[in-house]
């Protein structure tokens, strides 16, 4: 069952938890991806996101994600103003991004130090939502937990050296997937704990002879 | 921890251990986040404040919402309240609360979404008009968003509290039948009465569809919370009263899911039909989309 505060809650900024409150978690996920403060983003809204979007402040929201905001801060509705004052460069794009769930988003990123990456994100209601592709991996990212990811070359015992890693930090992991687009060649690892996980174990990780990047988000 | 998946077994055991839901619902949310009741108790108590923020900032706010359908009716009727009416004082505090609140939704303020955004007046105008009637302590209050947070937990493991899936007996419904328990529990009626108020609103909206115009958190809903906050009300006195649902709560939640499964998808908040699909509707989502179109 759920917390009390999945019913009474979320504190959020109308006027949908799924088109506003939902679409504001996406993007701050997408810019905790990214680790950077983006500079350049285009956003393809796709189904009822591209139909509502006006109405619902999704533009705004997603605009306030990506700047940081959470989904219950006051200036998300002067997000598209702040953005421009921050040097972050918008387009709207509508787009159809498949078969995918009516409230889904791809966020195409450019970061301060140019580092690219490419996050779409479902909106799947109450406010909660879910990552389902990162730089054209698939995923499966709540945001709710810790979570660490590694692009890393496809070999055996990547997966054992960053989980005994946590292991020795005392981080269980809740939830983990790997994916690759083919065997033998790039691979992603998504990995969702239940304690923070350091910065001291991230080190590690993205230290790792064969991961190329490692990325660590907050949950959301 | 005490297990209750039905609205029944929530009595039961309080009952038993001569507790409020209120209570048990405290307890449930201590042990499930390993949390303390302090911290449990304030994040209920942060909702509150969010609450009344919003019905004060909506209360003196003209504002329109960014299609201009909706804003500045709660102002209105704060106007109107000045004179007698027909209802009085606690009815009418209900109504412009609520519309205040879901205003502030449309016009992109901070509001708690009490069970979803859409419904969001109809907890905050009905706990907070009965709790001046009742010269509730704060305390109170925030007993009383336990209580219906128990009385949504529930629903929403039998039901839906998601329009596009119930319809919006399961946004609006479901808040009127939340905001009716926890006014009996703030009056100091028992968990039984509680219950009944629960299965008295629920009942009166079942069937409640959804079909916004262009799609928008706006027409209907937003007058639709003032009704559910008197709605609920309503509820909260005839159980006070000692009037019982000849159909129990538990019962009148399954039949809540059983109606959202055989209504339409176009009367599931994907304004296919209704309301949505009217003349004016259409001009309107006409005129809005042609405007803004990407």
Known sequence: MKSVFDIIGPIMIGPSSSHTAGAARIGKLARAILGEAPTQATVKLHGSFAQTYLGHGTDKAIVAGLLGFSADDERIPEALTLAAQAGLAIEFVKADLGDVHPNTACIEMVGQSGRKAQVMGSSIGGGSVLITKINGYDVELTGEYATLITIHEDKPGIVALVTHILAQEAVNVAFMRVSRQERGAEALLILEADEPISHHAYELVAHLPKVKVAMLVSPI | ?294
């Open chain 2, 1 to 294: 921890m005490n297990s209750f998946s039905t609205f029944s077994d929530l009595i039961a055991v309080a009952e038993q251990q001569q507790k409020s839901v209120a209570d048990m619902m405290v307890d449930y949310e201590v042990q499930k986040q390993q949390m303390n009741k302090e911290q449990v108790w304030q994040g209920m108590d942060g909702c509150l404040t969010v609450m009344m923020e919003a019905v004060q900032k909506g209360k003196n706010s003209r504002e329109k919402s960014v299609s201009g359908m909706v804003g500045g009716n709660a102002a209105r009727f704060g106007d109107y309240m000045k004179g007698s009416g027909i209802l009085g004082p606690t009815a009418q505090k209900a109504m412009c609360y609520a519309l205040a609140v879901s205003e502030v939704n449309a016009a992109m303020g901070r509001i708690v979404a009490s069970p979803t955004a859409g419904s969001c007046g109809i907890l905050p105008g009905a706990i907070l008009a009965a709790g001046e009637a009742l010269s509730c302590t704060r305390e109170q209050l925030v007993a009383g968003l336990f209580t219906a947070a128990g009385v949504g937990l529930v629903i929403n493991e039998h039901a839906s509290l998601a329009g596009a899936l119930g319809g919006c007996q399961a946004e609006c419904g479901s808040a009127a039948a939340m905001a009716a328990a926890a006014v009996v529990e703030m009056a100091g009626g028992t968990p039984r009465q509680a219950g009944q108020a629960l299965a008295l609103a629920f009942k009166n909206l079942l069937g409640l569809v959804c079909d916004p115009v262009a799609g928008l958190v706006e027409v209907p809903c937003v007058k639709r919370n003032a009704f559910g906050a008197v709605h609920a009300l309503v509820a909260a006195e005839m159980a006070l009263s000692g009037i019982e649902s000849v159909i129990p709560p538990d019962e009148v939640i399954t039949a809540s899911y059983e109606i959202g499964c055989l209504l339409p998808k176009s009367l599931r908040e994907t304004s296919e039909a209704g309301l949505a699909k009217t003349p004016t509707g259409q001009a309107i989502e006409a005129k809005l989309h042609g405007q803004n179109s990407l």
